[in-house]
């Protein structure tokens, strides 16, 4: 046993010092706008505030000009596109004419600077909100009982989305719709929101799953609350779209393992759906612990699971190619119908765990998740966990190793003495044994 | 502990043999059935009678968990008034416990206090459940406390049947097997239970185990009170009469014995307590899968025990196998901590080293304390351990809330830790002082054999 924590121990040890040695933490200087360049377009920007049809963008910039620029935007369907230029500073511009046009191509683009790359362009959109009557209480969208008529789709297209305001320079918001997705007269206080926060340097998000943050991310909460539900038995899934400006023919959704849930108690796993897995440089990322809470509170009792399922070629599907190209995607991307340098797949992720009392338990469902340049960040065991496991562990060990010496120094020390004393015993005993 | 008339009334069994019977049996009584010295009478019925004495405080004790949804529907409690219930049974005992086996050895004797204890158990079963039915919950909560000042304290009385029946050779297997055979039995009535929609009927059924038990703790003394007038056992005369505070000359070892049956139980009922959602969670079985994971435990302590009791009841050297026990259960907390290997291999392992355990630490109390402190030695120790997992269960949820998984594995580890640490003081306590408890039992019957030598050379004096 003291071999195994030994080396426990020092495989802990190594890991963190590794760990300090090769990560070289990047942080970033984070500016936000909202409703970009809207004073130079004020009749197409009023019309667009008018639809909800927000617009944020967000620099991420460091000294050396490795930037990472992100557009968050409810025009169409919640949309995030996420570009990674070097070699110059630059800003994205945005042309509020061609935005609320039919062809957002080129709607979005970055102001020219001397030696300006653009090394990779990733997006991640969520073009549906499933609901399904799920009798089986199997949580899963594949459970052959379901019937046609148990499901509900409703495209984010159909949503209406609350404007923003004007002006703030919060690295915080939320695209937030209230109505529209249900029936008037099952209206209540109903809402569906997108929360996103713009992270600039590492940490952990203070809810849980309490997802890493890394300068490279922004943070997602997605909440639908207070919904009355079509069924009683109703669970709710999303469907997403992640889009790559890469030559890979897959994505890949990877499911990691970790001992460790001190950040996130009770969940072991971590989803990473890759955009580009064999590459680290023009690779992004959409990060998730297979979690998502039934109660605003988030505690290991409201927790439920997080299912996700098959990637599928979103090429195949004309009303979720013809969503995203009529997004901010199609604005940064261009024609994604025939671009070959551009991969768009989709999967679905579904809430919910067998017996978990369903939606309707407490109308409230929360699922967090990271979307992210280059390669998602990976659970490490805390410093905390290794010291009160060397604590724990090797106190008692160096005790009983010393115990164990102490005692048997002094057995060796004092063997004749007990000899005499028992072989005395003996002698006396003996005879009345016999 | 060297002094020889203690050791003469720990050693020499209270039935040591059929010869020590002055009255002739006749008709039923002479037969096997009947009679008290033969193996049937005394594993067949009275071990069976021990074992079920407390089967209705066992099987009401948990009724709150089995009916948990039910009961924070129909009476529209929060989970912090449900936990009440427990807390309502939990902290009467610390004190009870030392109170009950006091009370057992001294002032009721077994077989009064069994009865007495039974009907506690029962009057507080009732309660709980007219509370239940009226849906009163103050009502309810002083139904668990009634119930609580009886259920602890039968569990003394109960082991001191045990140990007043199987004192000697028998002694592991009888006290282990009614310490862990009661939970697989009431874990496979709990399921046809379930379906209970009443709570105050499922909770009159609780109540109807209990009378159960009360008329078997009433038959049982009978059978004991015959045999002690058949075969002239001891009774514990008034000479020999302690104060309750002699517990402070129970000694170094027993204390030593007592930390590491707070240390070690701690650590793995209250993990078997969270392991249902840890086993889902992190090694993604289904909820049915993980129960089954979860009771390993229990299921292979109730058939290893018997079987780790006689063979360890053979082997002597009990520091050895408890320090055993301990370092392989917490090598099984480590695998399911650090690896993602199959927990089922784990949890079988863990179940046997408990057994283990459990099967080399309780009779070591039996070694060391005279068989007439023996009632107070056991209360103290069940004392210590019932206030240990109110603690501990408590700050495991915490923990596990706060922490996570991890976390709480560290520190039931620790508890471990502690428990390996007091086994360790214990071996090195006992090699100074003569190794009478690691003894092998061949030397340990030895020893015996001169004892009654003594006793012989006595009674001719």
């Known amino acids: 046993m003291a071999e195994t924590s030994a080396l426990k121990l020092l495989q802990a040890c190594t890991t963190v010092l590794l760990l300090l040695s090769s990560s070289e933490a990047i942080n970033r200087k984070i500016a936000t706008v909202f409703w970009p360049n809207c004073n130079d377009f004020q009749n197409s920007c009023q019309i667009a505030r008018s639809l909800g049809n927000n617009v944020v963008y967000t620099k991420a910039s460091t000294t050396k000009h490795d930037n990472l620029y992100y557009v968050f935007s409810t025009i169409g369907i919640p949309t995030i596109v996420l570009a990674r230029a070097t070699g110059a500073d630059s800003d994205l511009m945005f042309n509020w004419d061609k935005l609320m046009s039919n062809k957002l191509e080129n709607s979005i683009y970055f102001k020219k600077a001397e030696g300006l790359k653009v090394d990779y362009i990733f997006a991640v959109a969520f073009t549906r909100l499933i609901e399904f009557n799920d009798i089986p209480d199997s949580a899963s969208l594949n459970d052959k009982k379901l019937k046609p008529e148990d499901w509900v789709f409703r495209n984010f297209t159909d949503f209406f989305w609350d404007t923003l305001p004007l002006k703030s320079n919060e690295n915080k918001f939320v695209f937030n719709t209230t109505s529209d997705f249900f029936l008037p007269e099952e209206s209540n206080n109903g809402s569906l929101s997108f929360s996103f926060q713009v992270c600039g340097s590492g940490g952990r998000a203070s809810e849980l799953p309490a997802l890493e943050k890394t300068a490279n991310l922004t943070q997602l909460d997605f909440v639908l609350a207070n919904y009355t539900p079509t069924f009683s038995k109703s669970r709710f899934a999303l469907e997403a779209v992640l889009v790559s400006l890469s030559n890979n023919k897959k994505m890949a959704i990877d499911e990691t393992q970790s001992i460790d849930d001190e950040y996130s108690p009770g969940v072991f796993r971590i989803n990473n759906l890759l955009s580009n897995p064999s590459h680290q440089m023009t690779a992004g990322f959409l990060q998730w612990k297979p979690v998502s809470y039934l109660s605003n509170d988030r505690g290991r009792k409201s927790a439920t699971k997080v299912k996700h399922y098959e990637i599928v070629d979103t090429r195949d599907r004309d009303l979720a190619m013809s969503q995203v190209q009529s997004s901010v995607v199609g604005a940064l991307f261009g024609d994604i119908w025939n671009r070959t340098d551009v991969i768009i797949k989709s999967t679905n992720i579904s809430f919910g765990l067998n017996g978990d009392g369903f939606y309707l338990k407490n109308n409230y469902t929360v699922w967090s998740s990271s979307v992210g340049y280059g390669q998602p960040p990976e659970d490490e065991i805390s410093t905390t966990v290794i010291v009160i496991i060397a604590a724990g562990l090797g106190i008692p060990v160096i005790l009983i190793i010393f115990g164990g010496i102490f005692t048997v120094v002094r057995r060796l020390r004092s063997r004749s003495g007990y000899q005499a004393i028992s072989s005395d015993s003996l002698s006396r005993n003996n005879p009345q044994v016999n | ?461």
């Open chain 2, 1 to 461: 502990m060297g002094e020889k008339d203690k050791e003469e009334s720990e050693n020499s069994p209270l039935l040591s043999s059929g010869s020590s019977m002055d009255i002739e049996l006749t008709g039923c009584g002479a037969t096997p059935f009947c009679n008290p010295t033969s193996f049937v009478h005394r594993y067949l019925i009275v071990l069976v009678l021990i074992c079920f004495l407390s089967f209705g405080s066992y099987f009401c004790y948990d009724n709150p968990a089995a009916l948990q949804d039910t009961m924070i529907d129909d009476l529209d409690i929060n989970e912090g008034k449900f936990m009440a219930f427990y807390s309502f049974y939990s902290w009467p005992n610390v004190v009870l416990c030392m109170f009950g086996g006091y009370l057992i050895d001294r002032v009721f004797g077994v077989r009064l206090g069994a009865i007495i204890f039974s009907i506690f158990v029962t009057c507080g079963q009732v309660v709980f459940a007219v509370g239940a039915l009226v849906n009163s919950y103050p009502l309810m909560c002083f139904g668990r406390f009634v119930f609580g000042i009886g259920g602890e304290s039968l569990a003394v009385a109960q082991n001191t049947f045990a140990v007043k029946w199987f004192q000697g050779k028998a002694l592991n297997m009888g006290s282990t097997v009614n310490m862990n055979v009661m939970q697989p039995i009431y874990d496979y009535i709990d399921k046809s239970t379930h379906g209970y929609k009443c709570l105050g009927i499922a909770l009159f059924v609780g109540a109807f185990m209990c009378i159960f038990s009360l008329l078997l703790g009433f038959i049982l003394a009978v059978l004991d009170k015959r045999a002690d007038r058949l075969l002239k056992r001891k009774n514990i005369s008034a000479e020999e009469m302690i104060r309750f505070r002699d517990i402070l000359t129970f000694g170094f070892p027993f204390w030593l014995i007592s930390v590491i049956c707070v240390a070690y139980y701690v650590a793995v009922f209250p993990f078997i307590g969270l392991g249902l959602v840890f086993f889902e969670m992190k090694f993604g079985m289904s909820p049915t899968s993980a129960n089954a994971v979860n009771s390993l435990v229990y299921i292979v302590s109730a058939v290893a025990s018997p079987v780790f009791g006689f063979l360890i009841d053979r082997s002597g050297k009990n520091v050895f196998w408890v320090l055993l026990g301990i370092v392989v259960t917490l090598a099984c907390h480590m695998v399911l901590s650090f690896t993602f290997l199959n927990p089922y291999i784990a949890m079988v392992i863990m179940g046997l080293s408990y057994s283990v355990l459990a099967s080399a630490l309780w009779p070591m109390v039996a070694l060391i304390i005279p068989a007439h402190q023996l009632g107070t030695a056991y209360g103290i120790m069940q004392a210590i351990q019932n206030l240990g997992l109110a603690v501990i269960s408590l700050t495991a949820g915490i923990i596990v809330d706060q922490n996570g998984y991890l976390i709480l594995e560290v520190f039931f580890m620790a508890w471990l830790c502690l428990a390996l640490i007091a086994g360790v003081l214990l071996y090195l306590w006992d090699a100074s002082n003569g190794g009478k408890l690691n003894l092998s039992a061949r030397v340990r019957h030895l020893q015996e054999a001169k004892l009654n030598a003594d006793d012989t050379d006595k009674a001719v004096q």
